[in-house]
């Protein structure tokens, strides 16, 4: 028998109609999601813009996003009328409703923050990091959701099903399908391939979104990946770890362009035993580093204990205020033994 409820979140009608109230009698509603997009982020604005520009098309709609959109975006039908960084700010004077998509802190709108901080907006949160800070008035969260658009299929169908179309259905899809990377990690769950089965009836032109996303490398990305993986792709076998850095100078030889990077931390995990990896990346100030594990380790916890971050059991990422080499050399050398005495303890 088909269980139809399993692609559904428990979100309950009193949280839809106490949400559907203040949109009702809002006339600007701001719909924003983190600083560094990715596709879900992205995914998760577009389809609750386009789901509240149908409904309501008197209502002054605003997509909004910290900074710049990945390139494996663009091609999304409606990514010129997302405001970006400054172009934001007066809207969180103006809006009365805050839609906060795929982050769980104020801080995750970067530089934006003290301007969402300071608005009067009702504010709703849809996500699935864990850990939410408890600043909103809507808190609809779940940690265990393989993506953030997974919650906003549910959110959407029970505010008004009749409006899901192939637009909806096709950033829904999108932003399922990035987060579970091709459906692989260990997110994608029954749920998963349910809503995924549930939004093909849509008729999404799933090898089109597939197309886009992956297929659409530049040929400077490409070179990047082939040097990443002959000269800075390294394995720490007693460890199950590989990892990989990069610094400003490399990037620059390869004209690396934002969003460029993307996946590479995930090269390691393709080795036979590697379990554990991380990508450091050189910023103007800071050290930016990705981890991911398919194993046991629980990275959101090693991000936020030790790179002043955080995310997801199987995918996190933090800051080290380092130089490049010294980064690299402190998680090796000191974090990384710390990580195997914790994993030892808890056993
Ligand atoms: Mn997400």
């Not at 959407?156 to 009749?162: F, Q, R």
């Not at 050398?333 to 030892?344: A, H, S, V, Y």
Request: proline share 4%.
């Amino acid at each position: 028998m088909t269980k139809i409820y399993t692609m559904f979140y428990p979100i309950n009608q009193n949280t839809i109609d106490k949400i559907k109230s203040q949109v009702e009698s809002a006339h600007t509603i701001l719909i924003i999601g983190h600083t560094s997009p990715d596709p879900d982020a992205v995914s998760s604005v577009l389809s609750l813009y386009v789901f509240f520009k149908k409904k309501y098309p008197q209502k002054n709609i605003i997509p909004a996003l910290p900074d710049d959109l990945p390139t494996n975006v663009f091609w999304f039908e409606h990514v010129n009328d997302i405001k970006l960084g400054q172009q934001v700010v007066p809207y969180f004077k103006t809006a009365q409703v805050i839609f906060l998509v795929d982050l769980n802190e104020a801080k995750r709108v970067g530089e934006l923050e003290q301007y969402l901080r300071q608005s009067s907006a009702f504010k709703i949160i849809i996500d699935h990091h864990p850990e939410p800070e408890q600043f909103v008035d809507v808190l609809i969260s779940y940690p265990e959701a393989a993506s953030t658009t997974e919650i906003i299929f549910t959110f959407v169908h029970k505010y008004d099903s009749s409006l899901i179309d192939k637009q909806i259905a096709t950033y829904i899809f999108t932003g399922l399908l990035t987060d579970t990377g091709c459906f692989c990690h260990d997110s994608a769950n029954e749920r998963s391939f349910a809503v995924a089965s549930e939004l093909l009836k849509y008729k999404i032109d799933k090898n089109r979104i597939i197309q886009e996303i992956y297929n659409n490398y530049s040929y400077d990305r490409m070179r990047l990946m082939g040097y990443v993986l002959v000269e800075k792709m390294k394995i720490i076998p007693e460890y199950n770890f590989g990892y990989i850095s990069l610094s400003l100078e490399e990037m620059r030889r390869f004209n690396y362009k934002y969003g460029d990077h993307e996946n590479f931390v995930n090269l390691p995990l393709s080795i036979k035993g590697i379990t554990f990896s991380a990508m450091f990346m050189e910023q103007e100030k800071t050290v930016r580093v990705s981890l991911r594990s398919t194993g046991s380790i629980d990275v959101g916890m090693v991000a936020k204990k030790y790179l002043n971050g955080g995310g997801h059991k199987n995918a996190a990422g933090g800051n080290m205020d380092l130089p490049l080499q010294n980064a690299v050399n402190k998680f090796i050398n000191e974090i990384l033994p710390k990580i195997f005495e914790n994993e030892q303890v808890n056993d």
